[in-house]
């Protein structure tokens, strides 16, 4: 055992011990080649291949293609943070048991809850920096990626959705059986948005009882001073419940009081994955105006799973410590394939757990970090299996 050499333990905090010091250096090689390991084949299977699709077939420059990998390299190091922190786990706990050198530590009285503390350090400290590219860095590069690729694909992407914006708005009515039911309250279409102005509107109005309303107008925009929307240049049908049209006023100008969630919606030009938690949450607040429920389930299980990501760096780890304490002479190959195995099996399951918060059968909370729990469970179980 090399625990005596001090020479390259000195950089780490006064308060780890030497222990301490010597098995998180044991760690950081093996994460270090997971996180390269990792990270290229997200980046080879999940962009590189399309990039070069796009290279051949769209004339895309190889500058650009390889600003875009660049720039999409943060979404993918961010879900090898995790896996590296698996495979550093199995390979480096395992390498010092094949070499009797955990034996040897044990047989001084040190336990095996006292062994696996260097790996929560670590992964604590991999957890914080997950979170940071996964909520910061990851988003603010994907964004910029679409916004590249599309630009030199002359697609520029725009701030806003430019044609055909459609925002749906529900409410729930009571049935004379006493039941609840969800109907439409109003539907905005507009054909093209320019940055200030909507252009072609069409809107469907139920919210009256016993009225319908239908309103176009060749142009709108928002009265920031008075909250209303200015309607111009348009035609109000009132059609009776009969379906015979009671009444029909054309207007100049007409204001109306109805709620701003379509140009929210419509200026809202980022993908779930192109937006940080902070965004997330606004885009949030316009899809509850909406009343679509499903919707508002999967952006809310999207934000928890979010959050609950980074914590996979300390379940991996345990879980990776407790299988790598094991009295067995693994190699680097057998550790790489029982991680690719426990990798597989938690996105599996974390894949079913999500479904099952998008269907409304779990909270979107449980269904984010119910694979943590369960992961979480597992570790300590075989962590106080193998302590007895």
């Known amino acids: 055992m090399n625990i005596a050499k001090n020479t390259p333990l000195t950089p780490f905090p006064q308060f780890l011990s030497l222990m301490d010091r010597y098995l998180i250096l044991e760690l950081i090689t093996p ?13 080879s ?32 190091i961010v879900l090898a943070f995790p896996m590296s922190m698996l495979l550093a786990t199995l390979m480096a ?7 009797s050198e955990l034996i040897a530590l044990r047989s001084i009285g040190i336990s095996i809850y006292r062994l696996i503390i260097p790996t929560l350090i670590l992964s604590l400290l991999v957890t ?23 630009k030199a694909l002359s697609k520029e992407k725009p701030d806003f959705k430019e044609n055909n914006i459609i925002y749906p708005e529900y409410k729930k009515i009571q049935r004379p059986d006493g039941t ?25 109005d139920r919210s009256q009882e016993g009225v319908n309303q239908i309103l176009t107008a060749r142009s709108a925009d928002w009265n920031i001073i008075e909250n209303v929307w200015d309607f111009f240049d348009g035609t109000i049908y009132i059609i009776d419940t ?74 991996f780890g345990i879980i990776g410590a407790v299988i790598g304490l094991q009295p067995s002479h693994t190699n680097r190959a057998t550790s790489f394939g029982i991680c ?32 943590n729990f369960f992961g979480l469970a597992s570790g300590i179980y075989l962590l106080v299996k193998s302590a007895r």
């Open 31 to 43: 994460f270090l080649f997971g996180m390269g390991l990792f990270t290229s084949l997200g980046l």
């Open 45 to 76: 299977i999940g962009i590189l291949f399309d990039l070069v699709r796009k290279i051949t077939e769209s004339g895309l420059m190889i500058g650009v293609a390889f600003q875009v990998l660049i720039l999409k390299m943060p979404e993918f």
């Open 93 to 99: 706990y395992s390498r010092l048991s094949g070499d």
């Open 128 to 150: 914080s920096i997950t979170f940071m590219f996964n909520n910061f860095i990851a988003p603010m590069a994907n964004y910029q990626a679409a916004i590249t690729l599309e």
């Open 180 to 204: 609840k039911e969800t109907v439409l309250n109003r539907l905005f279409y507009a054909e093209q948005f320019d940055g200030r102005k909507m252009q072609g509107l069409t809107i469907l």
């Open 242 to 315: 009969d379906g015979s049209y009671r009444n029909i006023v054309r207007f100049e100008h007409q204001k109306l009081a109805i709620p701003r969630a379509p140009l929210d919606l419509a200026k809202r030009g980022r993908d779930y994955g192109e937006m940080n938690i902070v965004q997330a949450q606004e885009y949030l607040q316009i899809l509850r105006l909406s009343g679509d429920d499903q919707k508002v389930r999967k952006l809310k299980v999207r934000l928890h799973e979010k959050i609950a990501l980074p914590f996979v760096c300390i379940v």
């Open 340 to 371: 690719v195995v426990l990798i597989f099996a938690y996105y599996l399951l974390s894949f079913f757990s999500s479904s099952l918060g998008i269907w409304g059968i779990l909270s979107p909370f449980m269904s984010a970090w119910l694979p």
